[in-house]
């Protein structure tokens, strides 16, 4: 069996689906580019599809990760052109490699996040994320499944930073993920690097920090886009590529069908 390894996309108004609206969507391109699944055993098949992390509904995102099986060879990237032409705009496959190592789930130590605030000034985010920082913790709530539940934002905090305001003047588009904001206002913009922990903190969770420590209250809801998940450099807090072992392990050239492919250790 085969198995790729896919980057793909939430841009636009496809943020709003959820992760069941995007498996459903995955399905049916699947089953549009005849793509040749791998099933499981049992007396009710499904196809080997794994998906990793995936984002909050109403979060856009440039790095999202799935696994599919197949039961025949298939060139990556020729498959990710096939399942990328037979997906809605928005909702893209931009990478795709052969799966050569193991333990990929574990490679995702951290998510990088640009937070856009609009009706913030730069000078506001700035004092704010100071104030964050300066704290050893900071307690936040979250109403979950379980009940409301109180938990530590500050420490799972690897970076925090203001970036330059900016104008933007077209109409929300489904284009690149950078345009999938409102438009036409000045805003402060914040780059965030979270290390993912148990539980999860999630922007929202930091932004609940920066209004306990703060009193910072945006007037409208952040529009929030993940750039990157992958291995945290602590040095520099930059989230690294996860696919690059599997792109170091593949052979020099191309594998022929049926041909043996050889297997590589994280």
């Not at 498996?23 to 009710?44: D, H, I, K």
């Not at 130590?109 to 000034?121: I, K």
């Not at 307690?139 to 305001?165: C, M, Q």
């Not at 993940?226 to 690059?244: H, I, Y």
Request: glycine content about 6%; charged content about 25%.
């Amino acid at each position: 069996m085969q198995r790729i390894r896919l980057r793909y996309t939430k841009r636009g108004r496809l943020r709003f689906t959820s992760h069941r609206d995007f498996q459903r969507a995955f399905e049916r391109a699947l089953r549009r580019s005849a793509v040749p699944m791998a099933y499981s055993a049992g007396f009710t098949p499904h196809p080997k599809v794994s998906y990793a992390n995936a984002a909050p509904t109403g979060v856009a995102s440039e790095a999202e990760y799935l696994e599919i099986g197949l039961a025949a060879v298939r060139d990556p990237e020729q498959l990710r052109a096939q399942l990328d032409e037979s997906l809605p705009n928005g909702l893209d496959i931009i990478d795709a490699v052969e799966v050569r190592t193991p333990n990929f789930v574990e490679r995702l130590e951290a998510s990088e996040w640009q937070v856009r605030l609009d009706g913030v000034t730069e000078q506001e985010a700035a004092r704010a994320a100071a104030a964050f920082l300066a704290e050893e913790r900071v307690e936040v709530e979250r109403l979950t499944k379980n009940g409301l539940r109180v938990f530590d934002a500050r420490g799972a905090v690897a970076a925090l930073e203001i970036l330059s305001p900016q104008v933007d003047s077209g109409a929300d588009t489904e284009g690149e993920g950078a345009r999938d904001v409102r438009t036409g206002r000045a805003c402060a913009i914040l780059r965030l690097v979270v290390r993912h922990a148990t539980p999860a903190v999630r922007p929202d969770d930091v932004l609940s920090g920066l209004r306990a420590t703060a009193d910072l209250a945006p007037p409208v809801p952040a529009e929030v886009t993940r750039l990157a998940q992958g291995p945290l450099d602590e040095e520099t807090g930059t989230v690294t590529d996860p696919l690059a072992l599997d792109r170091a392990a593949a052979p020099a050239g191309p594998v022929a069908a049926g041909e043996p492919r050889a297997t590589a250790s994280a």
